[in-house]
C-alpha cells in the first residue's frame, strides 16, 4: 500500500464550482498534514496545514480524520488560476522528512 | 518574503561526472532537505540534515551522494559519478522548527546523458 494515496484526477471543473480532492495515509504515527500546490514544472508550494479541528483559508477548507487516517481539501468558487496538481503531504512521526501522494490534477475551464 | 535559493536552475552533464548543486536556504531556519522528482513522477525525500549532520536518508541516498553545509549560509548536494537515471528535478527545502511547513526553492532541472 502506498504511503498517501491520491486520485489522480485530472478534476475538469468549470469556473465557480466547488471542488474536493480526498488523500489517504498508511502510517498512523504520521504527525502532521499539509496540501501543496504544484505547477507543472515547478516547486511544491504550501497551500496549508491540515489541523485536527478543520481549517479554513479563504476559499480552501481542509479536513483531517485521523480515525480514518483521511485528509480532504475543498476549493470554493474555483479560479482559473487554481489549475494546479495539489499534493497531500505528511510527515511521520520518525523526523520531519516529507512523504508526497502523487497528487490530483486539477483543471478549471472558463 | 524569504525565499530557497537553487543554482543552477538547470544543469546538463555526462554520465559518469560529478555534479554539485546549490541551495541557499531562509536565513533563521534550522532544518535542510534535498528532495527529488523525476518527470511525471511524485517528489521524493533524499536526505535530511540538522546541526550540521544528516538526520535522516532515503534509499535513493546511497553512497554516490553527498551533502554539506560548508559555510553556514550554502547547502550543496553533490553526485560524485553520475547515471541516466539521475536525471530529475532536485529540490532543496528548508525549516525553521519541529512541525513546521517545508519552503522549497525552485529547483534544478539535473539532465545526464
Known amino acids: 500500500r502506498k504511503e498517501v494515496e491520491q486520485d489522480p484526477g485530472p478534476f475538469n471543473v468549470p469556473e465557480g464550482a466547488t471542488v474536493a480532492f480526498n488523500c489517504t495515509y498508511s502510517?498512523?504515527?504520521?504527525?502532521?498534514f499539509f496540501w501543496y500546490r504544484q505547477d507543472c514544472r515547478k516547486e511544491p508550494k504550501l497551500l496549508m496545514s491540515?489541523?485536527?479541528s478543520g481549517n479554513e483559508d479563504g476559499r480552501f477548507t481542509a479536513q483531517l480524520n485521523r480515525a480514518s487516517q483521511y485528509i480532504s481539501l475543498l476549493i470554493r468558487d474555483s479560479k482559473l488560476s487554481d489549475s494546479a496538481t495539489y499534493l497531500c503531504?505528511?510527515?511521520?512521526?520518525?523526523?520531519?522528512?516529507?512523504?508526497f501522494g502523487g497528487g490530483t490534477r486539477l483543471m478549471v475551464k472558463p | 518574503e524569504p525565499e530557497v535559493t537553487q543554482t543552477p536552475s538547470h544543469q546538463v552533464t555526462q554520465m559518469g561526472q560529478e555534479v554539485i548543486l546549490r541551495c541557499v536556504p531562509i536565513?533563521?531556519?534550522?532544518?535542510f532537505y534535498w528532495y527529488r522528482q523525476i518527470l511525471g513522477q511524485k517528489v521524493e525525500f533524499l536526505v535530511s540534515f540538522y546541526n550540521n549532520e544528516i538526520s535522516e536518508k532515503s534509499e535513493i541516498f546511497d553512497d554516490q551522494f553527498s551533502v554539506e553545509r560548508p559555510d553556514g549560509s550554502n547547502f550543496t548536494l553533490k553526485i560524485r559519478s553520475t547515471k541516466l537515471e539521475d536525471s530529475a528535478m532536485y529540490f532543496c527545502a528548508s525549516m525553521r522548527g519541529t512541525g513546521q511547513p517545508q519552503h522549497f526553492g525552485d529547483g534544478t532541472r539535473l539532465s545526464i546523458l
Open positions: 536565513s533563521n531556519h534550522l532544518y
Open positions: 503531504v505528511v510527515i511521520n512521526n520518525a523526523g520531519n522528512m516529507l512523504t
Open positions: 491540515v489541523y485536527s
Open positions: 502510517n498512523s504515527a504520521s504527525q502532521s
